[in-house]
């Protein structure tokens, strides 16, 4: 949830100088009015009929979210003991062999190494094997538009998932994520997967749910866009360690991920 901050700055740029939509109020009447800042954002009426029609809010959304307050408040001990554990470990080493060539290509073109790219595969969602979220993305980020605490952010996370629908990277069935909109094997936020989804497997699309390519080569692109640097430590107080704060503002997860990283590495 923290990463829904940094999001922010993007979201504005994607609006652009749309007129927000007035949050609170009849659903029905702001998701209308969604729409035709979509189309005017280039989204075609096909897809946000497709993708609006018939939408209905989310209670269990906002529940969610108000008690998303938490969520690191444990030491950096508590909370790397329930998450980097012999068996991830394990499981984290065997896919760094598999999937070494791509890992390879991806540390040459984007400076990040294998070794951070699959703790955070790891810690998002077990290596894709775990919840990436069964929720529809597009009625989730409805849901937390239309609520004004975040209406700005949401809005343009919304506007976001319906250009990823409208640029043919994932189908609106497939268009499935996280109690706050994210998506795939790492969790993406939808601004995020415009903005730094690549397609690394050359199939003409972004696919952050099913290409192990994709997910791995967009994680990098995100670390590289935001300084981070092949060869450097990345231990709190580094310039990784900032450049990571992309990912995750919390220094906890930060800390973990660069733990994970050292015990795949044999440290």
């Known amino acids: ?34 729409a035709s800042e979509a189309q005017g954002a280039g989204v075609s009426a096909s897809v946000t009929n497709a993708a609006l029609s018939g939408v209905t809010q989310d209670g269990a959304v906002l529940a969610f979210d108000r008690r998303q307050r938490h969520t690191f408040n444990k030491s950096f001990e508590q909370y790397v003991s329930t998450r980097v554990g012999p068996g991830r470990i394990n499981g984290g080493r065997a896919l760094l062999q598999r999937h070494a060539a791509l890992l390879s290509r991806i540390e040459q073109q984007f400076g990040v190494p294998r070794y951070i790219l699959v703790a955070i595969w790891g810690l998002e969602s077990d290596f894709g094997k775990g919840d990436t979220g069964k929720l529809p993305v597009i009625k989730t980020l409805a849901t937390l538009a239309h609520d004004c605490r975040r209406t700005d952010l949401f809005q343009g996370e919304l506007l976001a998932a319906l250009k990823i629908v409208q ?72 310039a990784n360690f900032e450049a990571m704060r992309e990912w995750n503002r919390a220094v906890v997860y930060r800390k973990t991920i660069g733990y994970f990283a050292d015990r795949l590495m044999g440290q």
């Open 1 to 34: 949830m923290l990463r829904l901050l940094l999001a922010a700055a993007f979201v504005v740029c994607l609006a652009g100088s749309a007129q927000a939509a007035r949050c609170g109020g009849d659903f029905n009447s702001f998701v209308a009015t969604m």
């Open 167 to 238: 640029r043919g990277d994932l189908p609106l069935r497939d268009l499935i994520g996280a109690y706050a909109g994210e998506i795939g094997q790492t969790q993406f936020l939808p601004s995020s997967y415009i903005k730094y989804g690549v397609d690394f497997d050359g199939d003409g699309h972004v696919d952050l749910r099913h290409s192990v390519a994709d997910v791995l080569a967009s994680t990098a692109n995100l670390l590289h866009t935001s300084g981070f640097k092949m060869g450097q430590p990345y231990g709190e107080g580094t």
